[in-house]
């Protein structure tokens, strides 16, 4: 039988491991990954546990490492991806080795960095000099300039004459700003001053890099003319308060001439020595970009293998820890291998001990997927994890998925394009899938590209069935459906309709899917396809169900639940099949007995022809109303039959009262059985119990087991009166919850047909050269609106119906999901979720 | 009665091999309940899904009605010359 049907049968397992193979043995194991540790001192708390060192030093490495990689990221040096196989992990030895190549790494690049840091702090300083004294040089000529002396004559006036010329010595100081900074800085100054100084400032018009943070910022270069030391203090003191730099600026020309001689060979040196610093980083970096990934591979191994031995028990003697662990029972002879190799590998002499262990504890669910069936089971365990050995719908979902999703997106063109995207990434799969894309939408899309290429090709199939391509239809077989009206008629009416009832209609239906007719007949097309969609989507939903009863008989049989098959699953199955199996008859009856006279007898009156025609075919919806409330059609036509087939009436009665009498059954059924069983046992004797029971204190993990015969019979009551009410109720929310498939169909092809008529047709229909490029436009719009809404968009509304038709009416028949989940201890998911994480 | 015996026969007996005949020589392994299953249930719903197609159209009870251009149309190119 195959694995996904059910979950895995798991055994718990003790596991004996000498101290020194324990981590070779455990390294084996997580690159096997079938094996899922249990805690064995949850008291213990993280910092108390043995190798907690070991786990703090990995801790450090992947430090290092993350911080080697953002240096190697801000060079935008390709780091070079392990090809194939992951390197394994490490001996501990090792580990020594590791950390002395990342600490040597790690100390060279600080060291690196911060020289670069002060070279560049010094360079940005020098170039910032360097434009002060370019800048200012344009201000001091201007106060040379011999015209202004007179301005200052007359600015001044006596006062300023009289004074004379020494205490007319002017003071300045020159420093760069940011520019943002400048408006407020140049405010402040003529508050805090009074207008007694003299700003003058200049862009710097390229960007400098700030060194401390790498970004580029815009400057401005000014300078500031004063008299007097007490506005110079507090000149300087805003200044600083702005934090603009200050640079000492001779007031010789001459000088200022030296010193920026001084300031250009400098800033030649400078550049030298930091392109050489640059360089040695960025070989520094290269060459580590070659190993870090490896390097992280292995870290990362080593810190979960010290992890998974913090979880084992020591031994009295020290010499050996102890662990349990779930296995699955099947791969007990692949992990004792694995078990060998570690022991071999660590040299060690004694082998490993695997014991299986009794348990009354619920073990993990496992169910062993590939890629193709892993996504569907997503799906299920999306809802809940399947309890332990219960039947898993995963198998099961692969087509009715894809199926149900179909229905209600039926239309060849647009299933075409889903079934072409799924094809793409399942064929793509490989370069795709190393790629590494991480788009959260794009991993939905690739996760689910076998569910994708499923719905395309199913929506292809119903497409064809509905006949409706792009709501247009495809006449493959010849239609069954001719004009005999002559020209005359054709000419005065606007709309005829055709006769069934004549050779209008060939009298044998189009073989595969609906008339391409109806795609035409745009006055009455709605009213024909909603009686069909309606009818095919109860027939399927009823079929559905049933399909879910039937999986909890799998169920009853392998738990071995004799009593829930008679108390539940036969009042159940009777239930849904006398009620509404019997509705879906009623609608195959009505398909096969009333329609067009038999040949050659067109439009007879004769009384038995018209019983059988579509004037006396009776609703299905009121008949089985009727059936419930036990009443007779009271608008009876006069010729017609009141009834579908001899003896409908008395069956449907028998067929009500038997449904109903299951649901006592169902309620009372199991609570009875329950109470006859306790008071057997309690007439044996309560020795036996009060034993199992004191054994069960005893023992403490065998008490679970025997909770089963204590329960309270009230709650048992409770439990299946809930579970009937949900079922009867159920029934009959949950097939109409199946209309569903027939709104979202409708819904479906009106769009598309709305999209076509308001766009493509105007397109199509316009006429001349001009109507091409009408054409080429309108088609653009037409494909947008195809794709982004009736593919997307009502996939997307499709799927979820889907999704809620599979958990809720299909699942809650037989699905209990009240398991969790087998999580193995695993090299390839910790790295996945490490690798993950990071980005 | 308006079935003919062809179309059902084809139909029937085309998924009848995928659904039947097929899972027998499902490919041995691990996966061969999986396919069996897949095999079972896709002939097992397209075939349902095609005959209530069919059996819809097998009776009708009202016809299509249609614009006469539409109807001139059909006439044209569906071969049946308008009297």
């Keep these: 039988m195959g694995s996904l049907f059910r979950s895995e049968e798991m055994t718990l397992c003790q596991l004996f491991l000498q101290s020194e193979a324990a981590y070779a043995c455990v390294s084996e194991l997580g690159e096997l990954g079938l094996v899922q540790f249990r805690d064995l001192n949850p008291d213990v708390n993280a910092f108390q546990r043995k190798f907690?060192?070991?786990v703090r030093r990995c801790d450090e490495m992947e430090r290092k490492l993350r911080y080697l990689e953002k240096e190697i990221r801000r060079d935008g040096i390709p780091m070079l991806e392990i090809p194939g196989e992951c390197p394994e992990a490490p001996q501990p030895r090792e580990m020594i080795d590791l950390e002395a190549t990342f600490e040597k790494l790690e100390n060279e690049l600080r060291e690196v960095n911060q020289n670069a840091e002060a070279l560049k702090r010094n360079y940005l300083e020098l170039t910032e000099l360097k434009h002060i004294l370019r800048k200012t040089q344009v201000f001091f000529d201007e106060m040379a300039d011999p015209s202004r002396e007179e301005e200052q004559?007359?600015?001044?006036?006596?006062?300023?004459?009289?004074?004379?010329?020494?205490?007319?010595?002017?003071?300045?100081?020159?420093?760069?700003?940011?520019?943002?900074?400048?408006?407020?800085?140049?405010?402040?100054?003529?508050?805090?001053?009074?207008?007694?100084?003299?700003?003058?400032?200049?862009?710097?018009?390229?960007?400098?890099?700030?060194?401390s943070s790498s970004d580029q910022v815009y400057k401005s270069v000014f300078i500031i003319f004063f008299q007097g030391d007490q506005l110079k203090t507090r000149v300087k003191k805003i200044c600083e308060g702005f934090r603009a730099t200050l640079y000492p600026c001779p007031e010789a020309p001459a000088d200022r001439r030296e010193m920026a001689m001084g300031v250009m060979t400098r800033i030649e040196d400078l550049n030298t020595v930091l392109g050489?610093?640059?360089?040695?980083?960025?070989?520094?970096?290269?060459?580590?970009?070659?190993?870090?990934?490896?390097?992280?591979?292995?870290?990362?191994?080593?810190?979960?293998?010290?992890?998974?031995?913090?979880?084992?028990?020591?031994?009295?003697?020290?010499?050996?820890?102890?662990?349990?662990?779930?296995?699955?029972?099947?791969?007990?002879?692949?992990?004792?291998?694995?078990?060998?190799?570690?022991?071999?590998?660590?040299?060690?002499?004694?082998?490993?001990?695997?014991?299986?262990?009794e348990t009354a504890e619920d073990p993990p669910s496992y169910n062993r997927t590939n890629k193709f069936t892993s996504a569907f089971q997503n799906l299920i365990y999306a809802y809940g994890v399947a309890t332990y050995r219960e039947v898993n719908p995963a198998p099961y979902t692969i087509i009715t998925f894809p199926f149900l999703f179909a229905v209600m997106f039926g239309d060849l063109g647009h299933g075409a394009l889903m079934a072409l995207f799924g094809f793409w990434m399942c064929y793509k799969e490989k370069p795709l899938q190393a790629k590494k894309i991480d788009s959260e939408i794009w991993s939905i899309f690739f996760g689910g590209r076998y569910i994708i290429l499923l719905m395309g090709l199913f929506s292809m199939y119903t497409g064809l069935i509905y006949n409706d391509i792009f709501s247009k239809s495809l006449n493959i077989f010849g239609s069954s459906w001719r004009n005999n009206y002559n020209e005359s008629t054709l000419t005065s009416n606007k709309l005829l309709q055709l006769n069934p009832d004549s050779w209008d209609y060939l009298q044998s239906p189009y073989p595969f899917g609906i008339d391409p007719v109806w795609q035409l007949a745009e006055a009455n097309k709605i009213i024909f396809m909603n009686a069909f969609k309606m009818k095919i989507s109860i027939i399927i939903g009823v079929f559905h169900m049933l399909f879910g009863v039937c999986l909890s008989l799998w169920n009853h049989v392998y738990f071995k639940r004799r009593i829930s098959i008679y108390v539940e699953f036969i009042p159940q199955i009777m239930f849904l099949t006398l009620l509404f199996f019997y509705m879906v008859?009623?609608?195959?009856?009505?398909?096969?007995?009333?329609?067009?006279?038999?040949?050659?007898?067109?439009?007879?009156?004769?009384?038995?022809?018209?019983?059988?025609?579509?004037?006396?075919?009776?609703?299905?919806?009121?008949?089985?109303?009727?059936?419930?409330?036990?009443?007779?059609?009271?608008?009876?036509?006069?010729?017609?039959?009141?009834?579908?087939?001899?003896?409908?009436m008395t069956i449907q009665k028998m067929f009500v009262i038997i449904a109903l009498l299951c649901v006592p059954v169902m309620l009372f059924g199991k609570p009875y059985f329950i109470m006859k069983d306790q008071k057997q046992r309690a007439r044996q004797g309560h020795q036996p119990v009060d034993g199992a029971a004191e054994n069960g204190s005893a023992g403490g993990a065998v008490a679970p087991a025997h909770g089963h015969q204590d329960e309270e019979i009230t709650e048992v009551f409770i439990h299946q009166g809930i579970h009937t009410i949900e079922y009867v109720l159920g029934s009959v929310s949950h097939t109409a919850s199946y209309l569903r498939l027939w709104a979202l169909s409708l819904a479906h092809a009106q769009l598309a047909e709305v999209a076509w008529n308001m766009l493509l047709r105007k397109g199509l229909q316009s006429p001349g050269y001009e109507g091409g490029i009408m054409l080429y436009v309108v088609f653009a719009g037409w494909a947008a609106i195809s794709v982004s809404i009736l593919v997307l968009m009502e996939g997307l509304s499709a799927f979820l119906h889907t999704l809620r038709l599979h958990w809720v009416e299909f699942q809650s028949k037989f699905y209990a999901g009240e398991g969790y989940l087998f999580q193995p201890f695993s090299f390839e998911i910790i790295l996945d979720s490490a690798g993950q994480g990071e980005e | 009665m308006g079935a003919s015996v062809v179309p059902i026969a084809v139909f029937t007996i085309l998924w009848g091999i995928v659904g039947i005949v097929c899972p027998f020589f499902a490919p041995k392994g691990p996966n061969r309940g999986i396919i069996q299953v897949v095999l079972m249930l896709t002939a097992a719903t397209c075939w349902l899904f095609w005959l209530c197609a069919y059996m819809a159209q097998m009776n009708p009870l009202i016809g299509p009605r249609l614009d006469n251009e539409t109807l001139i149309w059909i006439s044209h190119t569906w071969g049946n010359r308008i009297k």
């Design chain 1, 585 to 648: 008859l009623l609608m195959f009856i009505k398909w096969t007995s009333y329609g067009p006279s038999p040949a050659l007898n067109f439009n007879t009156s004769l009384p038995e022809v018209v019983r059988s025609s579509g004037y006396c075919a009776p609703s299905i919806l009121i008949t089985f109303i009727n059936m419930m409330l036990f009443k007779h059609d009271e608008n009876a036509r006069e010729v017609c039959d009141e009834v579908m087939f001899a003896g409908q």
């Design chain 1, 276 to 357: 050489q610093t640059q360089d040695h980083r960025h070989r520094v970096l290269v060459a580590a970009a070659k190993n870090i990934k490896n390097w992280f591979v292995k870290v990362r191994k080593i810190k979960a293998i010290y992890h998974t031995l913090n979880l084992f028990n020591l031994d009295v003697t020290q010499k050996c820890l102890i662990a349990e662990c779930w296995v699955p029972a099947l791969d007990m002879e692949t992990i004792q291998l694995a078990l060998r190799r570690g022991t071999e590998r660590s040299g060690s002499s004694v082998p490993p001990i695997l014991n299986r262990m």
């Design chain 1, 52 to 54: 907690v060192n070991e």
């Design chain 1, 153 to 211: 004559v007359t600015l001044l006036g006596e006062e300023g004459l009289m004074a004379g010329g020494q205490a007319l010595k002017l003071g300045f100081v020159a420093g760069v700003i940011l520019r943002e900074r400048i408006p407020a800085f140049e405010r402040m100054l003529w508050r805090a001053c009074r207008g007694n100084v003299f700003l003058r400032q200049a862009e710097i018009d390229t960007p400098l890099e700030d060194p």
